[in-house]
């Protein structure tokens, strides 16, 4: 019978392979990466194809920025900025494929070939950035009138293409592109140094405990985790190291003071001696930086990483997180009285300060025990809880997912799907690859793997991969999932919606290409719906009992949720400030030691005072672990968790599963992508900005 329904998702190699074309050998040698389409031809593409198609692909792409530089008539929108968001299209599509297989099934061949391509893939575009004849074009064409009454798309399309150039050195003269592509270098070898020796000195930390009462009461999977690691290298009993998790386990739960002390030692001092002292590096990458910054035309990094965000500058930056500060320290001051107060009655020992390495177990003993609190997975089995999640994103946005069976995919267990509006047009799809296995990343992830979206001859459908590395259903027991799980899939599913929902009619402008500190809105709203009631009821039942999850397990989970909140979020906005007063202000003649400097930033944000050689600056690979990395932008993590709590107020005033604040969401955040300011599109949600309230109450923190 034939599939009227989905005849866009069939890809029939055996259809391509049967036909006899005069260009069949051609599409053959060069393969199914040069011509990206929806659907993609997952069962066909292979490594051999990779290197032969993005050569072909940079050197088109090479050639029209060529065409586009060389017009003699005046810059227009159409014979210039049009090009330039198409010009990588068929390239940005391959390369998001091939690197989206790598990710998914990293093979030697895989690897091989993309170690080939990506090299020369950033050359391109450094050039492409960079290129002073483009430059002046699109200046040419900004003091034109037409650029003065460009609609609003179009003119932060614009504003865009002025701004990667900027900061690119697109406009500077040789000498100064020379200069900028040195300081580039050696701040892309630093923070190499910098994230390679993060790495190397948490190897070589080990902790192994040999008695079993030494476990204190730690929780099943952390003590197997635990036995694995001492198991895979020939030790007896427990293996704990400076990775999070291990870590986390030994300051939870481990009693004895000197073990903990050890581990605490060792973490904050993380490579900050040795053969993987970073303390050096540190002070090099900022002043690169810095002369980075200066000779593009920026104030300081700072300025020039958050031109063009929601919070624009720095002071913008700084204020949100004083302001958050001032909002949360009396429960900060509240729990560190009571945790104090806990702690000296236990140990008897009011004379001795409550030390750091003695936080996590105290508050943890103070609030019985945290792992208690969080809903089992036997309340989470992941059909369930995906067709729940599904529901939701139908009443709310008014969307359908549906499976489609006869689409190619790169694993055969992975599912797809499609997503259709209410009048049934298509709008896009996705593959979610659930299960973790050998050559797959780790972690969970979406990939946006093409772009659609309106176009001359039509809607364009977009398309998306949802990854992770779930646990995997086994004999009679379906996949079960944590709830931290369920978050994480909601997670990932919001960018999804983010992607595969947007109508912007440019391409560099749709869906997740927005602000740095506004994508992870779509989100981390999505993960509020785990958290409710009404919502949970669709897809969290006991497997055994099929009821549904109790409100006191609800109320236990939450009360989890705020563990240590205060001391939580005050570390957190600690180091947003610090990361911002080093790439603003700070200054080795007039502050000292960059190490001491953040020490001393920090403390006033820390439930105890810190250790003199406390050099927990010299991990933080968000910052430094990459030329620009995170760098300036820490504090986009707090920002988004107020918006995410905010915006969802509308949802709890107007009904949880309600279509009218689902469909606006939809309309004025989704379908707009990056086509209008992010604190625009936030005020047409909210009918406001931003406001703290939200997150702190869910905190616990008002
Ligand atoms: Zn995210």
């Known amino acids: 019978m034939l599939d009227i329904a989905h005849p866009v998702w069939r890809s029939d190699s055996r259809l391509t392979d049967a036909r006899c074309s005069p260009d069949r050998a051609k599409i053959e040698s060069h393969g199914p990466l040069l011509n990206v389409e929806f659907p993609i031809p997952f069962d066909r593409i292979r490594p051999e194809h990779i290197v032969p198609a993005i050569e072909t692909l940079i050197g088109k792409a090479r050639r029209r920025v060529e065409d586009l530089t060389a017009q003699t008539a005046a810059p227009d929108f159409e014979n210039t900025l049009r ?139 952390a003590v197997r985790r635990a036995r694995a690691s001492a198991e895979a290298r020939g030790v007896r009993g427990w293996r704990f190291t400076l990775e999070p998790s291990s870590y986390q386990a030994v300051m939870l739960d481990v009693p004895n003071a000197a073990l903990r002390e050890q581990a605490y030692r060792a973490y904050v001092t993380r490579a900050a001696d040795g053969a993987f002292d970073n303390r050096p590096l540190i002070s090099r990458i900022l002043e690169l930086r810095r002369q980075m910054a200066r000779l593009l ?68 003993r103070q609030a019985g025990s945290v792992e208690a609190h969080t809903i089992p997975a036997s ?16 009443r709310l946005y008014g969307i359908r997912m549906e499976e489609e069976t006869g689409a190619a995919t790169w694993n055969a267990e992975t599912k797809c799907y499609s997503i259709r509006d209410e009048d049934g047009s298509l709008l896009g799809g996705f593959y979610a690859d659930w299960f973790p296995r050998e050559n797959k990343r780790g972690g969970a992830w979406m990939d946006g793997l093409l772009t659609g979206g309106p176009s001359p001859s039509g809607f364009r459908p977009h398309l998306a991969a949802i990854c992770a590395n779930l646990t995997r259903p086994s004999k009679g027991w379906p996949a079960l999932l944590t709830h931290h799980d369920v978050q994480t899939i909601f997670h990932e599913f919001g960018h999804v919606l983010h992607h595969c929902l947007s109508r912007v009619e440019i391409r560099t402008l749709s869906g997740t290409n927005v602000a740095q500190d506004f994508v992870e809105l779509p989100s981390q709203i999505m993960e509020n719906w785990c958290w409710e009631r009404e919502a949970l009821e669709l897809f969290a039942r006991d497997r055994q009992t099929a009821l549904p999850v109790p409100d006191s397990l609800l109320w236990d989970a939450a009360r ?35 190490t001491d400097y953040s020490r001393r930033v920090l403390e006033p944000y820390s439930l105890t005072s810190l250790l003199p050689e406390d050099a927990a600056v010299a991990s933080l690979t968000h910052l430094f672990g990459g030329p620009v990395a995170l760098g300036a932008g820490y504090y986009s993590y707090k920002w988004a968790e107020v918006m995410a709590a905010d915006a969802f107020t509308r949802f709890r005033a107007e009904g949880i599963l309600s279509g009218e604040p689902g469909r606006e969401f939809r309309e004025k955040v989704l379908a707009r992508g990056g086509g209008e300011d992010a604190s625009v599109l936030y005020r047409d949600f909210l009918g406001r900005d931003p406001d703290p309230e939200a997150f702190l109450e869910r905190e616990g923190l008002n």
Not at 379 to 394: C, P
Request: glycine fraction near 6%.
């Open 83 to 221: 090009p330039l968001d198409r010009l990588s299209e068929p390239l940005d599509r391959a390369m998001a494929v091939v690197k989206h297989l790598e990710s998914v099934g990293s093979t030697a061949e895989f690897r091989a070939a993309l170690a080939a391509v990506e090299p020369r893939v950033s050359d391109f575009r450094a050039d492409l950035h960079s290129n002073r004849d483009l430059w002046k074009r699109v200046e040419q064409f900004a003091a034109s009138d037409e650029a003065r009454q460009l609609d609003n798309a179009r003119g932060r399309f614009l504003a865009r293409w002025q701004s990667t150039l900027k900061r690119c050195g697109a406009g500077l003269d040789a000498a100064g592109k020379e200069r900028l592509a040195a300081i580039q270098r050696e701040l892309g070898a630093l923070t190499t140094r910098f994230a390679q020796n993060v790495h190397d000195a948490t190897n070589a930390f080990e902790l192994v405990i040999t008695s079993g009462d030494e476990l204190g009461c730690m929780r099943f999977p």
């Open 297 to 364: 035309g920026y104030d300081n990094f700072a300025d020039m990483i958050l031109s063009g965000r929601m919070l624009g500058s720095s002071t913008q930056a700084l204020a949100f997180l004083a302001d958050l500060r001032q909002r949360l320290e009396p429960q900060f001051l509240r729990e560190r009285e009571e945790l104090r107060e806990y702690h000296g009655r236990l140990t008897e020992r009011y004379a001795t300060p409550l030390q750091p390495w003695d936080v996590y177990f105290y508050a943890s």
């Open 379 to 394: 309340y989470f089995a992941l059909e369930k809880v995906t067709a729940g999640l599904f529901e939701i994103a139908r």
């Open 560 to 594: 989890g949720r705020r563990f240590l909140s205060g001391a939580r979020h005050m570390m957190q906005i600690g180091i947003g400030v610090l990361d911002l007063l080093l790439h603003t202000s700070y200054s080795p003649e007039s502050d000292g030691d960059v």
